[in-house]
């Protein structure tokens, strides 16, 4: 039985809900936006808000995932909700401080966060392809639920149980990421773009546009991110790279730049009248103009 002084996981995971989360009775139906008081009377629900992430959720698709968590000294979760009827589970971490996900994330915090996700999903043995949008709603008694743990989690306390591993986010590997990931796969496939592309655009607003179009087309994930999501990460991306990668100013540096190179003489011209001799003598152009000074 829980302490009276403990905190109560079900009221935390309550209080943290939406507005108007998606949710519903029978996913064969689709979902549907509802106020939270009818939402949380439905076996779904969305457990994180589109700009923040409050809960780790693993889709468990065997039994005793709990068990097994315990076995293996894992992170016990906050909050265990099981199908009566096979025994499969979610299980929620409830984090001290929400990872933010917003045009104003910070990126290494979004990267770690993720990191902890990738490397706990492959721990627990959980479902891969879980989208993370909705949950076996732990308020609704269809589920068998129960609290384990009462007190929050910060994300440095994992590594007292979990050796954490980095998602990849090359483009190549792009499908491989998984729920935060796939953030930080878009957010650092969008950054390269931006930093070469960003010159081509008249407006800042049609510049963010291109960010989104550009976003959309990275985000190739067996379960693709929400548009809501891609419209963050491209107003992120698109924000900063307007505002510190300004044509003239780069261009003012530049020429500072090597009107300062010139006064100090400048290095020695690379080609000379009988074209790269140092490829003639079979050596580096550095050692043919050491020689040659010797």
Known sequence: ????????????????????????????????????????????????????????VFDCDYKNALEY??????????LVAINRENGHSHLFYDLEVPVLTCSNARKKPLQYASAI???????????????GLICKNPLNDYWLTFQVRAENYTLKEFEEYLN???????KQNIQEAIGLGRNCAVFDLLRNWAYTNFCHYSTQEDFFQACIQQASSYNQFTTPLSLNE????AKSVSKWVWKNFDIEIREKKFISLQSYRGKLGGRPKTTTADGKPWELAG????????QKVA
């Open 1 to 56: 039985m829980e302490n009276n002084n403990q905190k109560n996981q079900f009221q935390e995971f309550k209080n943290n809900l939406s507005a108007k989360p998606y949710c519903s009775d029978n996913l064969a139906f689709g979902l549907i936006i509802r106020p939270t008081t009818t939402a949380t009377t439905k076996r779904y629900i969305q457990h994180n808000s589109p700009l923040s992430h409050k809960f780790f």
């Open 69 to 78: 968590a315990d076995d293996n000294n894992l992170p016990l979760p906050n």
């Open 117 to 131: 996700e990738n490397t706990l999903t492959k721990a627990l043995k959980a479902d891969k392809n879980y989208s």
């Open 164 to 170: 954490i591993e980095s998602q990849p986010t090359k």
């Open 230 to 233: 891609i419209k963050a990460i």
């Open 283 to 290: 050596i580096s152009r550095a050692t043919w103009y050491r």
